[in-house]
């Protein structure tokens, strides 16, 4: 099973910068994609960004060029760099990660549990 876990939400002032991280652990054949949503109270979750494992990034138009999406394939490990962070970034951001396990040989996706991120006026 691949266990997705997120870490480095919290709270930031307008303007400031967090980092999220989300490392996939447990028995992984290849990860295919990984990416970042969120969703906020009373609304859908939404792709915030998302990266292939050749480095190919895509972004919501709303966070381009404030939010740089990486990854680290040797540690099966992305990351989220948020800057220049407004309140309508506030919502719980999830890991999502595209991934063959030696159970199923066959590619599934698998959700972390979330982390909040808040950011005030």
């Known amino acids: 099973q691949v266990q997705p876990v997120e870490s480095g939400g919290g709270t930031v002032s307008a303007g400031g910068s967090l980092r999220l991280s989300c490392a996939a652990s447990?028995?992984?054949?290849?990860?295919?994609?990984m990416g970042w949503y969120r969703q906020a109270p009373g609304r859908q979750r939404e792709l915030v960004a998302s990266?292939?494992?050749?480095?190919?990034?895509n972004y919501a138009d709303s966070v381009k060029g404030r939010f740089t999406i990486s990854r680290d394939n040797a540690k099966n490990t992305m990351y989220l760099q948020m800057n220049s962070l407004k309140p309508e970034d506030t919502a719980v951001y999830y890991c999502?990660?595209?991934?063959?396990?030696?159970?199923?040989?066959?590619?599934?996706?698998?959700w972390g549990q979330g982390t909040q991120v808040t950011v005030s006026p």
């Open positions: 999502n990660v595209d991934a063959v396990s030696p159970m199923t040989m066959q590619p599934a996706d698998y």
């Open positions: 447990g028995s992984i054949v290849v990860i295919n994609s």
């Open positions: 990266i292939l494992s050749g480095g190919s990034t």
